[in-house]
C-alpha cells in the first residue's frame, strides 16, 4: 500500500533553518510529482511546493519562494523540503503528498501524517 511517511520538523527560532524528508514506499516514486502542502491551526491547507518526476521542474507558493527549496532522490524514493529563513507564520503541520497534475492544477491523492513545524523564539 502506498504510504508517505515524514520528518525533520521541530521547533525553531525565526530565521533558522529546517529540512523535511518524506520517505516513499508502496509505489513506484519516480513517476509521480510529489508536493508539500502545509496546514496551520484553524487554517486550511495551503499548498507550499511542487516537484516534476525528474526533479527539473519545481514551483512554490509566493510566501516560501526563495527561501524554501524542493528536492528529491528517486534512488532513495525521498522528497525533501529545505527551509530557511524561517518565519513565525511558517509554523504548520507540513505534509508531503503524492500529487497527479490536472492541466495547471494539482490535485493529491495519498498524503503523510505530517510533521510539526514551529517558528518560535
Known amino acids: 500500500q502506498v504510504q508517505l511517511v515524514e520528518s525533520g520538523g521541530g521547533l525553531v527560532q525565526p530565521g533558522g533553518s529546517l529540512r523535511l524528508s518524506c520517505v516513499a514506499s508502496?509505489?513506484?516514486?519516480?513517476?509521480?510529482?510529489m508536493s508539500w502542502v502545509r496546514q496551520a491551526p484553524g487554517k486550511g491547507p495551503e499548498w507550499v511546493s511542487a516537484i516534476n518526476t525528474g526533479g527539473s521542474i519545481t514551483r512554490y507558493a509566493d510566501s516560501v519562494k526563495g527561501r524554501f527549496t524542493i528536492s528529491r532522490d528517486n534512488a532513495k524514493n525521498t522528497l525533501y523540503l529545505q527551509m530557511n529563513s524561517l518565519k513565525p507564520e511558517d509554523t504548520a503541520l507540513y505534509y508531503c503528498?503524492?500529487?497527479?497534475?490536472?492541466?495547471?492544477?494539482?490535485?493529491?491523492?495519498?498524503w503523510g501524517q505530517g510533521t510539526q513545524v514551529t517558528v518560535s523564539s
Open positions: 503528498a503524492r500529487t497527479i497534475r490536472d492541466g495547471s492544477a494539482y490535485e493529491y491523492d495519498y
Open positions: 508502496g509505489f513506484t516514486f519516480s513517476s509521480y510529482y
